[in-house]
């Protein structure tokens, strides 16, 4: 017992020693600051993984997103790959049956000229171009209907073999909108330089490449021409220009220099392409022949092109919407638009928004298709059409950035003004540079271009304020006019120029 008080006293006292020393530790103010750092840094430590547990729980949030953005995705890829396969499948089930049976005769006379099929190395290329031009027989065909009679009407009147025709399917497959991958386009698939060349006009409202009728002459005019060039290289084979429509006639000119033959058959030629060109259009004839045949029944045709059509003549003297004129013809643009190919959708530009579709002629004579059940309003058609003679009335038209040019004489070559220039083309400075296109408005005034060549060479000690002056003009209007630069010196603003530099006022 007397053991345990004693344990019991040392016990009180060293639990008593411990409060003291702590009370003395606690009041010391090292102790304190000490003490605080640890609670601060422990709170900070809490703080912070609180602060990093947030973001990995926002981390997680955008990845779920992510995934989430990811299978709607894949769902969108499977809806269209499940729409692709019905697609697939009806066509399949559509598909025109061929008569496997069917045999490529021996021979066959294409262009006056007879095409024996016999050797073997001939006969296995013509099956394999034959096989290819089966798949799309089945459209071909119809749509020959539409623009058959129109190519032998014209044909006919030249010395060009009517089976030529042929070769629009072989470049286009009949379709006035067709654009290959190096720019070739319209049903004769002129590329742009040749079509200019041939008088067809291709710019920001028009593409007369997809003008059936005039594609047509100017095919017309480009097989006559290339016949002529190689009858001086001593070759009248119409089937060898067929080759130059494609591959241009001074590559077949080379060939025949190259390897003395002067027909078809007698020449490799350099380009698997232009050889297989005439080839295509051989097998496509021979499905056309045996269409029934080959096939188990005979296809109906489209209707000739202007058989339930009208044509009417149209003059422009400035670029003009034509809603109101087709109303007044008794049809709706639309209908312009699809009978007529050649015309295109001008997509006008704004600031904000996205393009506005127009249908906008620019200036020229025109012959459009208008649907035949159409009928006009005489008196609205002459109002309308008066209005399309105004030169100066219009609409956005294309001037391309000379050496010398101005904002200036831009602006007063086509009766507008520099801001309205700066505003449709978003520019914000004078600044224009050589090959740029700009947007305007109206026709040019080329008269007015030629009065404004008046200068005034600048003279040591003139300033713009002073010139102006002297000339009884604006300053702003030499600075727009002449381009003119500007830089700031102690917060005002310098236009430079120097003595002997030439202004045009």
Same mark, same amino acid.
């Given at each position: 017992?007397?053991?345990?008080?004693?344990?019991?006293? /040392?016990?009180?006292?060293?639990?008593? #020693?411990?409060?003291?020393?702590?009370?003395?530790?606690?009041?010391?103010?090292?102790?304190?600051?000490?003490? $605080?750092?640890?609670?601060?840094?422990?709170?900070?430590? !809490?703080?912070?993984?609180?602060? $990093?547990?947030?973001?990995?729980?926002?981390?997680?949030?955008?990845?779920?997103?992510?995934?989430?953005?990811?299978?709607?995705?894949?769902?969108?890829?499977?809806?269209?790959?499940? *729409? %692709?396969?019905?697609?697939?499948?009806? /066509?399949?089930?559509?598909?025109?049956?061929? $008569?496997?049976?069917?045999?490529?005769?021996?021979?066959?006379?294409?262009?006056?000229?007879?095409?024996?099929?016999?050797?073997?190395?001939?006969?296995?290329?013509?099956?394999?171009?034959?096989?290819?031009?089966?798949?799309?027989?089945?459209?071909?065909?119809?749509?020959?209907?539409?623009?058959?009679?129109?190519?032998?009407?014209?044909?006919?009147?030249?010395?060009?073999?009517?089976? /030529?025709?042929?070769?629009?399917?072989?470049?286009?497959?009949?379709?006035?909108?067709?654009?290959?991958?190096?720019?070739?386009?319209?049903?004769?698939?002129?590329?742009? &330089?040749? #079509?200019?060349?041939?008088?067809?006009?291709?710019?920001?409202?028009?593409?007369? +490449?997809? $003008?059936?009728?005039?594609?047509?002459?100017?095919?017309?005019?480009?097989?006559?021409?290339?016949?002529?060039?190689?009858?001086?290289?001593?070759? !009248? *084979?119409?089937?060898?220009?067929?080759?130059?429509?494609?591959?241009?006639?001074?590559?077949?000119?080379?060939?025949?220099?190259?390897?003395?033959?002067?027909?078809?058959?007698?020449?490799?030629?350099?380009? *698997?392409?232009?050889?297989?060109?005439?080839?295509?259009?051989?097998? =496509?004839?021979?499905?056309?022949?045996?269409?029934?045949?080959?096939?188990?029944? !005979?296809? %109906?045709?489209?209707?000739?092109?202007?058989?339930?059509?009208?044509?009417?003549?149209?003059?422009?003297?400035?670029?003009?919407?034509?809603?109101?004129?087709?109303?007044?013809?008794?049809?709706?643009?639309?209908?312009?638009? !699809?009978?007529?190919?050649?015309?295109?959708?001008?997509?006008?530009?704004?600031?904000?928004? %996205?393009?506005?579709?127009?249908?906008?002629?620019?200036?020229?004579?025109?012959?459009?298709?208008?649907?035949?059940?159409?009928?006009?309003?005489?008196?609205?058609?002459?109002?309308?059409?008066?209005?399309?003679?105004?030169?100066?009335?219009?609409?956005?038209?294309?001037?391309?950035?000379?050496?010398?040019?101005?904002?200036? *004489?831009?602006?007063?070559?086509?009766?507008?003004?520099?801001? &309205?220039?700066?505003?449709?083309?978003?520019? +914000?400075?004078?600044?224009?540079?050589?090959?740029?296109?700009?947007?305007?408005?109206?026709?040019?005034?080329?008269?007015?271009?030629? @009065?404004?060549?008046?200068?005034?060479?600048?003279?040591?000690?003139?300033?713009?304020?002073?010139?102006?002056?002297?000339?009884?003009?604006?300053?702003?209007?030499?600075?727009? @006019?002449?381009?003119?630069?500007?830089?700031?010196?102690?917060?005002?603003? =310098?236009?430079?120029?120097?003595?002997?530099?030439?202004?045009?006022?």
């Amino acid at each position: 017992m007397k053991k345990l008080k004693k344990y019991s006293f /040392i016990l009180f006292l060293f639990l008593s #020693g411990c409060q003291y020393w702590n009370q003395i530790i606690q009041s010391n103010p090292f102790v304190q600051k000490t003490n $605080n750092k640890i609670i601060t840094r422990k709170h900070n430590e !809490e703080k912070m993984y609180n602060q $990093n547990y947030i973001d990995s729980l926002k981390f997680e949030i955008e990845a779920n997103k992510i995934i989430n953005d990811s299978l709607f995705t894949l769902t969108d890829s499977l809806f269209f790959q499940v *729409d %692709s396969l019905q697609n697939a499948l009806e /066509i399949s089930n559509s598909r025109i049956a061929v $008569n496997s049976e069917f045999v490529i005769p021996d021979s066959i006379v294409f262009a006056n000229r007879m095409f024996y099929l016999k050797n073997e190395r001939i006969r296995e290329q013509f099956t394999t171009i034959f096989q290819q031009e089966l798949k799309n027989a089945p459209s071909n065909i119809p749509r020959s209907g539409k623009y058959f009679a129109l190519f032998d009407s014209i044909f006919s009147k030249t010395k060009i073999p009517l089976d /030529i025709k042929y070769l629009a399917i072989a470049e286009s497959q009949l379709n006035p909108l067709a654009t290959s991958w190096v720019g070739a386009s319209g049903i004769w698939q002129f590329m742009s &330089k040749t #079509g200019k060349g041939y008088g067809l006009k291709i710019n920001s409202f028009i593409d007369e +490449r997809r $003008n059936v009728l005039k594609s047509t002459n100017a095919a017309v005019k480009y097989l006559q021409n290339a016949h002529n060039y190689l009858l001086t290289k001593g070759s !009248e *084979d119409w089937l060898l220009t067929m080759c130059a429509y494609n591959a241009g006639p001074g590559s077949i000119a080379k060939v025949i220099k190259a390897q003395g033959g002067k027909d078809f058959f007698d020449i490799i030629l350099r380009v *698997d392409e232009t050889n297989k060109y005439v080839w295509r259009s051989v097998a =496509i004839k021979m499905i056309f022949e045996n269409e029934k045949e080959i096939f188990g029944k !005979e296809f %109906s045709r489209e209707l000739p092109l202007f058989t339930n059509t009208r044509t009417v003549n149209l003059t422009l003297k400035g670029h003009y919407k034509i809603d109101d004129w087709a109303q007044s013809q008794g049809t709706v643009v639309r209908k312009v638009w !699809e009978l007529n190919p050649w015309i295109k959708i001008y997509k006008r530009k704004r600031k904000k928004y %996205s393009p506005i579709n127009d249908i906008v002629l620019p200036p020229g004579n025109y012959s459009i298709i208008l649907p035949k059940t159409s009928i006009g309003n005489k008196s609205e058609i002459v109002r309308i059409e008066k209005k399309f003679q105004k030169k100066n009335s219009g609409y956005f038209t294309q001037h391309i950035v000379k050496r010398g040019d101005t904002l200036y *004489d831009i602006a007063k070559k086509y009766k507008t003004t520099v801001s &309205k220039i700066k505003n449709i083309n978003h520019l +914000r400075s004078n600044t224009i540079r050589v090959g740029q296109k700009l947007k305007l408005y109206g026709q040019p005034n080329y008269k007015s271009v030629k @009065k404004s060549s008046k200068t005034y060479t600048v003279k040591k000690g003139d300033s713009i304020g002073v010139i102006a002056q002297k000339l009884g003009i604006k300053s702003s209007q030499l600075v727009a @006019k002449n381009n003119l630069k500007s830089k700031k010196n102690n917060g005002r603003k =310098i236009i430079i120029i120097y003595p002997g530099q030439k202004l045009y006022y």
